[in-house]
């Protein structure tokens, strides 16, 4: 989307010439663009919501607790749990969404920032708002990072800010725990951070960087409750650093950020995680069917961690297979790859209607 700014509007000249970030929101059928997690809540969890929420009703004329201290207490006891390490909630801050956590590491941190493309648009995107430089270094053929790309991410001394998502989106592939390990290390000699994006971490084998932190404690990952938990539209993310980082956060976080109603209905999910995580198992399983089919289809399909996958191998141009799709009521993201398209995870009935229009529209 451009804009055409009129000349009584300072905007900032760097601002200018971007575009804010979007998915289409169309009304269609099927819609598997946004890598949410298809399954609703259970009703006995939404029962627990519904009485979580109404204990804070009427404190409602209150600020929440700005810091988010039992939502903390409880991350950070999850957190132990699930990696078997003890951190505790100093460790640990939450945040609208993992977005912010993204803003707030990009404010409080001096230095250019660097990511591994393609990747998360938000990276670069909030760089830039913010004004800082950002550097970009190409993922290798199969959208994966090696050797090369860690030596060159390496030696760019002016980036003291450097991404990797992994699993990566929009492609789904994983940075071993190995070379994030190599990375850190060699950003630790010269005083840099590395934010290890997990935002569908819940979904891969791979082990999570945040075992790595007491041995590196430049190293920060960001996760997210909007996939694994089926809690996108509650916009809860957080973050999981040595209690330095934590406490530079705090000096550009914006005061009560964190409603009263999101930290009790997050708190309810978290004590509910052990049932989530039959979704997660779930859409795993559907992820490697739904590969299976599309690579019995002749297509090319990419090794993915994640709840979507990224494939080619179409003989249309990636828009025109978008268009067709879309056209019978699949709506599918773009991700501006050209001969490549991505597709969410969705329910048995959505994958299902997904591959039915894909063979139509392949075969037209």
């Known amino acids: 989307m451009s804009t055409n700014w009129p ?13 804010p970030y979007g998915a289409p929101q169309l009304d269609v059928e099927v819609r598997l663009n946004t890598n949410e997690n298809p399954y609703s809540l259970s009703e006995a969890l939404q029962e627990s919501l519904k009485s979580s929420i109404a204990e804070v009703l009427e404190d409602l004329n209150r600020y929440p607790d700005r810091d988010a201290i039992s939502l903390r207490e409880d991350l950070a006891n999850s957190i132990s749990r699930e990696n078997e390490i003890k951190i505790d909630k100093e460790w640990v801050w939450a945040a609208n969404g993992s977005n912010e956590i993204i803003q707030s590491i990009l404010l409080a941190f ?63 592939t994983s940075t071993p725990i190995a070379l994030i390990s190599a990375l850190a290390e060699r950003l630790m000699a010269r005083g840099a951070l590395l934010v290890v994006d997990e935002a569908y971490a819940e979904f891969s084998s791979q082990p999570s960087a945040i075992s790595l932190i007491k041995d590196f404690p430049n190293i920060l990952v960001s996760r997210t409750m909007s996939k694994a938990f089926a809690f996108a539209g509650a916009r809860l993310g957080y973050l999981i650093a040595d209690p330095k980082v934590i406490s530079a956060i705090q000096l550009v976080r914006l005061p009560y950020h964190l409603s009263a ?61 978008f268009r067709a799709l879309l056209e019978k009521g699949v709506l599918i993201r773009d991700v501006g790859l050209e001969g490549k398209l991505r597709v969410t995870i969705g329910s048995a009935q959505e994958n299902q209607a997904f591959l039915t229009a894909l063979r139509e529209s392949v075969r037209g």
């Open 7 to 19: 000349k009584w509007l300072p905007i900032r000249s760097d601002l200018a010439g971007l575009s």
């Open 110 to 172: 001096e230095g250019a920032a660097l990511g591994f493309e393609p990747s998360y648009s938000m990276h670069p995107l909030i760089s830039k708002v913010v004004g800082k430089k950002w550097i970009a270094i190409s993922r290798d053929e199969n959208y994966e990072i090696g050797e090369n790309q860690i030596s060159a991410s390496a030696g760019q001394t002016e980036a003291k800010i450097v991404f990797i998502t992994t699993p990566n989106n929009p492609t789904g």
């Open 261 to 321: 109603l999101t930290q009790a209905a997050a708190r309810t999910a978290i004590a509910n995680r052990d049932a989530l995580k039959l979704d997660v198992k779930r859409l795993i399983e559907s992820r490697n069917e739904l590969a299976v089919a599309l690579v019995d289809m002749g297509l090319k399909v990419y090794s993915s961690d994640a709840n979507f996958i990224l494939f080619g191998g179409f003989k249309s141009s990636s828009g025109e297979l």
